[in-house]
């Protein structure tokens, strides 16, 4: 375990500046909509404000105003935050973000988490709090082996616990986080008292009798996961099968690494026009800036490679997947186009103890609605202990 601190030479930051200014555009002009991708005019402006409006060096003390790490496991570099909880009945709670995420993702949650009783909150519901940056995303890249998949990142998870001194734990998170979230609980439900998920990917299984008993509500779920599927999901369909080439645009390109990680802020999020509309427009920014100055564009992508047949059969419908044991819940935010059906998680998760519906927020609810996913943290954490 090495102390870690966030520093990024100036000689980085002056780099940046430069390439941003000697971008060398698309000729013509898309229109204002967002339907052929993110257009010219919204992202000419927003990258300006990255050039010179938008302030690292804030961003970097609030990161380091937490204590981080570096640890080896299993040939990878892990970075994480260990966030200890000045209540001494905190429970442990592991916190994964997703792609296009970082811990940028919990920033704002990790007060409130940490120390309820300094945020208006009861000391009852107080965590340690472990938030690590998946294996070649952030600073835990670029150097990375193949074959780390969702399965290996989950034992690496249960390493990581070990040494922290954390024998029991709650886990969580959206994206691959929950996906992560689930693995650890099937791989360790020894040491997993309870697993909460942000996102849940549901199916039907072809049972025309399934689909007859569902709500218009549930109905139009199916339909949103449908249009991510046949609209939305290039990206997926990319990094699974080509994410090297992708990559060396994204590696190149700050204005590149940008527009690909903006859209994805667009469109998963509880926003009308602009990414802003969800997020903070220069909370957005540290996160871009993360994947640009750790240029993690092609190890964070690979991700989607080494799990390829675990994502095919997560949207195959009918397939079948170990079972989880452990109490599970489920925040399901309307925004998210992989909002989950009630109906159909329960039916292939039985072991779900807690279900939360929030109409506003989407697939970043640790940003867009800190204050809901920490209530619902803690609604859960308190049902696991009989607490209501």
């Known amino acids: 375990m090495r102390p870690f601190r966030i520093e990024i030479p100036d000689s980085r930051l002056d780099d940046l500046h430069r390439r941003i200014a000697a971008t060398r555009w698309p000729a013509g002009d898309a229109g204002p909509g967002w339907e052929r991708g993110v257009p010219p005019s919204y992202l000419r402006e927003l990258a300006g404000h990255?050039?010179?409006?938008?302030?690292?060096?804030?961003?970097?003390?609030?990161?380091?105003?937490?204590?981080?790490?570096?640890?080896?496991?299993d040939g990878a570099t892990v970075h994480f935050l260990h966030?200890?909880?000045?209540?001494?009945?905190?429970?442990?709670?592991?916190?994964?973000?997703?792609?296009?995420?970082?811990?940028?993702?919990?920033?704002?949650v990790i007060g409130p988490l940490t120390d309820p009783r300094a945020?208006?909150?009861?000391?009852?519901?107080?965590?340690?709090?472990?938030?690590?940056?998946?294996?070649?995303?952030?600073?835990s890249g670029p150097e990375l082996e193949p074959g780390w998949d969702v399965g290996r990142i989950a034992r690496a998870w249960v390493t990581l616990m070990d040494r922290l001194g954390h024998d029991s734990f709650l886990t969580a998170g959206g994206d691959w986080g929950s996906l992560v979230s689930l693995e650890l609980a099937r791989r360790a439900p020894d040491r997993v008292v309870g697993a909460h998920l942000a996102m849940l990917p549901t199916l039907p299984s072809g049972d025309p009798a399934e689909l007859a008993a569902l709500s218009d509500a549930d109905l139009g779920r199916l339909a949103k996961l449908t249009r991510y599927d046949e609209e939305?999901?290039?990206?997926?369909?990319?990094?699974?099968?080509?994410?090297?080439?992708?990559s060396y645009g994204l590696t190149d390109s700050p204005v590149g690494q940008l527009a690909?990680?903006?859209?994805?802020?667009?469109?998963?999020?509880?926003?009308?026009?602009?990414?802003?509309?969800?997020?903070?427009?220069d909370r957005l920014l540290t996160n871009v800036?993360?994947?640009?100055?750790?240029?993690?564009?092609?190890?964070?992508?690979?991700?989607?490679?080494?799990?390829?047949?675990?994502?095919?059969?997560?949207?195959?419908?009918?397939?079948?997947?170990?079972?989880?044991?452990?109490?599970?819940g489920v925040a399901a935010f309307g925004a998210d186009p992989v909002t989950p059906v009630r109906a159909l998680a329960e039916r292939d998760l039985p072991s779900i103890s807690h279900w939360s519906e929030f109409e506003r927020g989407g697939h970043f609810p640790a940003m867009e609605q800190p204050e809901a996913y920490v209530g619902d943290l803690r609604v859960f954490a308190r049902s696991l202990r009989g607490q209501g």
């Open 260 to 281: 690909w990680i903006v859209e994805k802020f667009r469109e998963w999020t509880d926003s009308a026009e602009v990414p802003e509309d969800a997020v903070d427009r």
């Open 83 to 108: 966030v200890r909880s000045p209540e001494p009945g905190a429970r442990p709670l592991l916190l994964t973000h997703g792609w296009p995420g970082s811990v940028v993702e919990f920033l704002d």
């Open 119 to 139: 945020h208006g909150g009861h000391p009852r519901d107080a965590f340690h709090l472990v938030l690590p940056s998946l294996p070649g995303h952030g600073f």
């Open 289 to 328: 800036s993360v994947y640009w100055f750790t240029g993690t564009a092609a190890s964070s992508a690979s991700l989607y490679y080494e799990s390829a047949a675990h994502l095919r059969a997560l949207f195959t419908p009918g397939a079948q997947h170990p079972p989880v044991t452990v109490p599970v």
């Open 232 to 246: 939305l999901s290039a990206y997926l369909r990319l990094q699974s099968t080509r994410p090297w080439t992708v």
């Open 50 to 73: 990255w050039q010179s409006g938008y302030d690292w060096r804030a961003a970097e003390r609030e990161l380091n105003a937490h204590p981080q790490y570096r640890t080896e496991i």
